[in-house]
Structures are given as C-alpha cells and as structure tokens.
C-alpha cells in the first residue's frame, strides 16, 4: 500500500466558473506549507483568487508559492504563528492590502496520540490554540472585510474531520477541536443573513505529514505493525480502503466556496468512505 504523499496534478484540480473567483478577491489559507493547506492554494490560485498562505514555516511556504507561480496563479506567503495574535493581526492586514478577502480556509494543525488521562496539558493548550482559537480569531477579522461595501459576501471554511462525527481512541483534544469547528461554522452561518457563509469540510484519512507521521506512534502504543495500522485502524471502517489525497480534499474547498454551494450554510462536507455508516 502506497502511504507517501501525492504530488498534486492540474488535472486532479477542480475549475469552477464563479464571478468571485477573480485575482481582485483574497482566498487565506492556512497551514499553506503542507498537506490540504497546500493543495488549497494552489487549488484556489487555479481558480483565479488572490491566494495569501499563511504558515510558521518558510521553507515549505515558498514552496508552495513555488508551485502556484508555475502554473500561473497568483500566491503571496506570509510567514504567520497562528498561535500570536499579533501575527495573525499582521496577516489579515497584509492580506487586505492586496485586495478584497472574501474567503478564508482553516485548515492548519497537529496532533498528538494520548490518553485523558496521560495528556500533557501544555500541548492541549497548544493544540487548542492553533486549531481552534486561531480560527476563531481569524474569522473574527476578516467577516468586517467581507462585510464592506453595498453587499456582504464571503465564506469562512473549517477543516474539520470524521473525528468531528466519531471519535478514536487517544486523540481526545483532536476530537474535541474538530467538533469545536463545526460549532463555529455554524455560530458564523447564524450571523452571516446568507450572505456571508461558513462551513466545515470532514474527511477520513488523507495523504498528508500529520496523518502519514502518527502511524508509528499509533503502531507501538497499539503493539502491530505500521501495515496494520493503515489497513486496520485507520482504514478498517471505511469501505474504500485507499487514503484520499490532500487534493480531493482541496477541491471541496473550492465548492464550497463556489456559487454552487449557496446552500452550503454551517453544513459539513462530510467525504469520509463510509466510516460513520450506522450499519
């Protein structure tokens, strides 16, 4: 079973025809470096938008700026600690500055395999913070940028999970910050008249560094192989035992946030194999 991470192909990537998707509106991405943060941009630079990545890693938020530029879209990398309100204050203002933000894509994060009861608070602290009250915050700053003008308009999306339907053993605060996201799609839906939208987009496994990386610590606190891991725990209760890629994942974004989506209004895109089937 191939569990590396694959290269993301512009034929793999969904092209939607919307009169938002245009270089004079700002999509902000998060975890831009890796995974979905990744694909999302260079998903929605495809599609036209003003792309600002966010990440606390440079290296790999060239990269991905790399990588936009060479097939024609437009990305700025703002190196940004999600987890300093100052950076993030910083971002949204640099973001603005290269035109109007009209959507935003949470989607930085870790984890950590424990127990309850053997879990170290300072990283439940940490995790809380990037996963959730970063997108909070975020939120909080560019709904009155979506706001000016005669009309409002824009879209908030969550990266959420199957672990906000369904939890796991030892993952406790990932569980707890995925359900937490879709609480605020919907707070932000509550508040949005339709107009300014949020919602969250909930998948199984995917190809990424943060769900490729546990598989060992998953395997020893389990006591089997990293195979088995793969092919029992993560993939035992799904009825397509084959890890979606980050850009079938990054493709979700783009409907959501796409004029097809309209009804797409504190609702989860629920992509995950048939996990939570109740049969």
Not at 48 to 55: A, C, F, P, S, V
Request: aromatic share 6%; charged share 20%; net charge neutral.
């Amino acid at each position: 079973m191939d569990i590396n991470e694959p290269k993301i192909h512009p034929k793999d990537i969904l092209i939607l025809s919307d009169e938002q998707f245009t270089q004079e509106n700002v999509c902000i991405v998060t975890g831009a470096g890796t995974g979905i943060g990744r694909a999302v941009c260079v998903a929605a630079a495809a599609n036209g938008l003003m792309t600002i990545g966010l990440d606390v890693n440079v290296d790999e938020g060239e990269k991905t700026r790399k990588m936009v530029e060479q097939a024609s879209g437009k990305m700025a990398f703002i190196k940004t600690d999600l987890t300093c309100d100052k950076d993030i204050e910083a971002a949204v203002q640099k973001a603005a500055g290269l035109g109007n933000i009209r959507f935003l894509a949470n989607i930085a994060g870790i984890q950590h395999i424990d127990s309850v009861e053997n879990f170290p608070m300072e990283k439940y602290d940490l995790m809380e913070r990037l996963m959730l009250r970063a997108p909070f915050y975020l939120s909080k700053l560019v709904i009155p940028h979506m706001k000016k003008g005669d009309q409002w308009y824009g879209a908030i999306a969550n990266m959420s999970s199957v672990h906000a339907h369904i939890t796991t053993l030892n993952k406790p605060v990932y569980n707890i910050t995925k359900f937490g996201l879709r609480a605020l799609s919907q707070s932000i839906s509550a508040e949005g008249e339709g107009k300014i939208r949020s919602f969250t987009v909930s998948t199984g496994y995917v190809k990424t560094p943060l769900a490729l990386n546990q598989i060992p610590s998953q395997a020893e606190q389990r006591g089997i192989t990293c195979e088995e891991v793969v092919t029992d725990v993560m993939m035992g209760k799904s009825r397509i035992k084959e890890m979606m890629s980050p850009v079938d994942v990054a493709n979700l974004f783009v409907f959501g946030f796409s004029r097809f989506s309209k009804h797409l209004i504190g609702g989860d895109l629920l992509f995950d194999g048939g996990m939570t089937l109740t049969y």
